[in-house]
């Protein structure tokens, strides 16, 4: 009985010895990381050149392109196994001359309004469109107004995001429905254009675009829809008020034209043990074109990129194929995200684990995820080694727009999350700048996320499915 007790006791300080050690081993790989990123990074320099030498990089357009053929370079130079292109078909929308919009109190009494096009928005007639407005806070407020209240007027949507939740991207989701499915559901009230407040949590002079969509409402019936900065919207709420017969008046001239084929830009380390198990991490090339999106998404993109050089700077040889996926169209019409899933699904790859930059460059904080009990189990497990970096938030929840095509049985799906207090004060706006991002900041999310990969790759993910497709 000594002796069987002995032994158990010799297993059991051996295995605590073993975890502690593989404990001080992956802590030790960590720092490196996180020293490579802060001392040699590349991600800041990458985004330098994205934003100031290319700009904003609309589906369709010639700097997306750029953008293509720039990040591939940068990859090629990485020494990477492969580099390659995927052709996707995407929208071409194009703005145009500025937008130009004012309020009308009485004849010739004008008040210039900060106004900017929907993304996907038809343009209004050559001589722009005048006419009263009507608000609503809802889709649902419109529809119980009905054409009586509508017609022959601009539907003013100003529902503001929620100042009194935390999660920004929460406040977010609850009021972007009026952006998206605004024009489509005041024409058929018989509504002469929709002015929507721009998503954005301070009051600014900025209009935030973003996507909208008329869904099957045939052309004829389309109306021009325009954001409008967060100040004029609530200097035209509180005019309407006191002058409910105010006008407004606003022209854009944006066009749509046909698809036009663009690229999603992929690089990959092949694994040393698992070549044919794949993971994935990435953010999208493209942005809206009133700034140069550096927040959105250029960060992600260079974020990700460095991943890729940071594990080949420290020396580790992956076990399972390691890829970064740079999407064309997340902005408007997640054309690279379903191209990329389409695709490995029909060469049968085995994709086990994603991870997706697309909240902006700030502070990290940690990651969300969607996965399984037992993998997340897992995953928490790993929180200790993070927290001498601050990173401490590990939940379930969403991960990216763009990876979420690849969602099947078994695979573990991530989002970084950095703070988002700010986030939305840029978000799709002309200040989406490179000045608003912080180098460090930059350089801390891709080392989070750089580490995270590291520790997937190293433990693997947690199923039964995967486990047959070795």
């Known amino acids: 009985m000594k002796k069987l007790l002995v032994v158990l006791l010799l297993i059991f300080m051996a295995q605590t010895l073993e975890a502690q050690n593989t404990q001080e081993k992956d802590a030790a790989m960590l720092e490196a990381i996180y020293k490579a990123s802060l001392l040699n990074g590349n991600s800041y320099p990458w985004l330098d050149h994205l934003s100031n030498k290319i700009g904003g990089r609309l589906s369709g357009s010639i700097n997306a392109q750029k953008a293509v053929q720039y990040t591939k370079e940068e990859l090629d130079k990485l020494g990477l196994d492969k580099v390659w292109?995927?052709?996707?078909?995407?929208?071409?929308?194009?703005?145009?001359?500025?937008?130009?919009?004012?309020?009308?109190?009485?004849?010739?009494?004008?008040?210039?309004?900060?106004?900017?096009?929907?993304?996907?928005?038809?343009?209004?007639?050559?001589?722009?469109?005048?006419a009263n407005v009507?608000?609503?806070?809802?889709?649902?407020?419109?529809?119980?107004?009905g054409s009586k209240n509508i017609k022959g007027k601009i539907v003013f949507f100003n529902r503001p995001m929620r100042a009194d939740l935390i999660q920004t991207f929460e406040a977010y989701g609850g009021c972007v429905d009026q952006r998206y499915s605004g024009a489509k559901e005041a024409a058929k009230y018989g509504a002469v254009?929709?002015?929507?407040?721009?998503?954005?949590?301070?009051?600014?002079?900025?209009p935030h675009t973003g996507a909208m969509s008329y869904g099957d409402l045939p052309a004829s019936k389309r109306i021009a829809a325009c954001a409008i900065s967060t100040n004029d919207a609530n200097k035209l709420s509180n005019t309407l008020k006191l002058i409910p017969d105010l006008n407004f008046y606003f022209k854009q001239n944006c066009k749509i034209y046909p698809d036009v084929e663009s690229y999603n830009v992929i690089g990959e380390i092949t694994g040393s043990t698992y070549p044919?198990?794949?993971?994935?991490?990435?953010?999208?090339?493209?942005?809206?074109?009133?700034?140069?999106?550096?927040?959105?998404?250029?960060?992600?993109?260079?974020?990700?990129?460095?991943?890729?050089?940071?594990?080949?700077?420290?020396?580790?040889?992956?076990?399972?194929?390691?890829?970064?996926?740079?999407?064309?169209n997340e902005e408007?019409?997640?054309?690279?995200?379903?191209?990329?899933?389409?695709?490995?699904?029909?060469?049968?790859?085995?994709?086990?684990?994603?991870?997706?930059?697309?909240?902006?460059?700030?502070t990290p904080r940690g990651f969300s995820f969607d996965c399984d009990q037992e993998n997340f189990e897992q995953i928490q497990s790993w929180q200790p080694l993070f927290k001498p970096y601050l990173?401490?938030?590990?939940?379930?929840?969403?991960?990216?727009?763009?990876?979420?095509?690849?969602k099947k049985q078994g695979i573990v799906l991530a989002g970084l999350r950095p703070d988002s207090q700010r986030y939305f004060d840029y978000h799709h706006a002309e200040n989406d700048t490179f000045d608003a991002v912080n180098k460090r900041e930059l350089e801390l999310g891709a080392a989070t996320m750089t580490s995270l990969i590291y520790l997937m790759d190293t433990y693997g993910v947690k199923n039964s499915l995967t486990q047959i497709k070795k």
């Open 85 to 130: 292109l995927q052709p996707v078909m995407v929208p071409k929308w194009v703005r145009g001359l500025k937008e130009y919009s004012f309020m009308e109190t009485g004849p010739g009494v004008t008040s210039v309004m900060n106004i900017c096009a929907l993304g996907g928005s038809i343009a209004t007639p050559n001589a722009g469109i005048k």
């Open 276 to 328: 044919n198990k794949y993971m994935i991490v990435g953010g999208h090339l493209d942005s809206w074109d009133l700034g140069d999106g550096s927040h959105d998404d250029g960060a992600g993109v260079v974020q990700s990129m460095d991943v890729l050089r940071l594990l080949k700077k420290t020396g580790y040889r992956p076990k399972h194929s390691i890829r970064v996926v740079l999407f064309m």
């Open 332 to 362: 408007n019409g997640l054309r690279g995200g379903n191209a990329y899933a389409t695709q490995a699904n029909l060469k049968g790859e085995n994709h086990v684990f994603a991870l997706e930059s697309d909240s902006g460059g700030f």
């Open 193 to 206: 254009g929709i002015v929507v407040r721009s998503m954005n949590l301070r009051n600014d002079d900025f």
């Open 391 to 406: 990173i401490h938030y590990f939940e379930k929840g969403g991960s990216g727009a763009d990876i979420g095509p690849l």
């Open 134 to 145: 009507i608000e609503v806070s809802s889709l649902e407020e419109l529809d119980s107004l």
